[in-house]
């Protein structure tokens, strides 16, 4: 069974694939699929960290005799920021893509995971359950 933590988790990145289907979407429809396709590289690379993580928790949920220590919380958080600077670097060279709507891509990832964490707070404290 997974803990709550791990549910959470999930939900977010629920809402985070949702945010990257909504926001390529608009950019390709209004500003031409070039920018549609940066956005969703950007908000790709934002949704794989967050992947990441993700599983990192469910593996930590399914073995609760090895529980996460604060060690492996730096060194998950070290290889997700190296994999979203890598994955940056090599969108930021390509010649197909736009580098300010890879950037916002990825801004808008990111602000759909603080949204989906800031909501999914305030449901726990209003109904008092996780």
Known sequence: MLSSAARQALRI?????????????????????????SVLV???????????IVFVLIKHSLQPARPATVLSLYGNWFVKTALVM??????LR?????????????????ATYWLAVVLDGSRTLKTGTR
């Open 13 to 37: 990145l629920a809402w985070q694939l949702l945010g990257l289907i909504l926001s390529t979407a608009c950019a390709g429809s209004l500003y031409g699929w070039r920018v549609g396709r």
């Open 42 to 52: 950007g908000s790709g690379i934002g949704w794989a960290a967050t992947a990441y």
């Open 86 to 91: 890598g994955l940056l670097l090599v969108a």
């Open 94 to 110: 390509s010649k197909a893509l736009l580098p300010p709507a890879i950037l916002l891509g990825l801004f808008s990832s990111l």
